[in-house]
């Protein structure tokens, strides 16, 4: 997801879909608002939940957010000047790059989209199918009549395609352990 797409979830924007946990990405709100904003039209899509979050526990926060009344998914995010809750997270997730020792010239959270592409790319996710889950533009000038017919990819044959995604030398197992959301 872009910045501000994760930024700006509801937590009813995560949800079930044909059996498949998704993160519902839309300038559409369920409780009524309208705080939410695409940088396209295609943008508009579903993504699955990758397995990696459901191991660290992402429903059981989810549904905690729920429990607690929350609207949005991560309400401790203010809108800055102009309506985006992304501008607070990207000035936080610039400094913990610095500190990290990670920071690297053109290195900033879009990066992870470059990554994730590259990673497609790696896990050999038709291309159609990886533009859908990154919501970029599909087809060309000759095939975009025809991307408009059909209702899209099933849930499953997303969640089949993000659960490839792998990202060699990178053991995240250590944070189950230590979520306090985990499942264990």
Not at 56 to 84: C, Q, S, W, Y
Not at 125 to 140: F, M, N, Q, Y
Request: net charge positive; proline share 3%.
């Amino acid at each position: 997801m872009r910045l501000n797409e994760a930024c700006q979830l509801d937590v009813a924007d995560i949800r079930e879909i044909d059996g498949v946990a998704c993160f519902v990405i839309s300038e559409e709100s369920l409780n009524g608002s309208r705080d939410k904003s695409l940088k396209t039209k295609t943008s508009a899509r579903i993504v699955p939940v990758h397995p990696k979050l459901l191991d660290f526990g992402i429903m059981a926060f989810v549904d905690e957010k729920r429990r607690n009344g929350a609207t949005k998914l991560f309400d401790d995010l203010t809108p800055g000047a102009k309506g985006f809750r992304s501008v607070a997270f990207s000035r936080w997730f610039s400094r913990f790059l610095k500190s990290a020792g990670a920071s690297a010239p053109q290195t900033c959270f879009h990066s992870f989209r470059h990554g994730f592409r590259d990673a497609g790319r790696n896990a050999r996710i038709e291309r159609d199918v990886a533009l859908t889950l990154g919501g970029w533009i599909t087809g060309g000038s000759q095939s975009e009549a025809a991307d408009a017919y059909g209702s899209g990819y099933r849930p499953q044959v997303l969640f089949n395609a993000i659960s490839s995604i792998e990202f060699e030398n990178l053991n995240l197992d250590h944070l189950i352990n230590r979520n306090i959301y985990c499942n264990d």
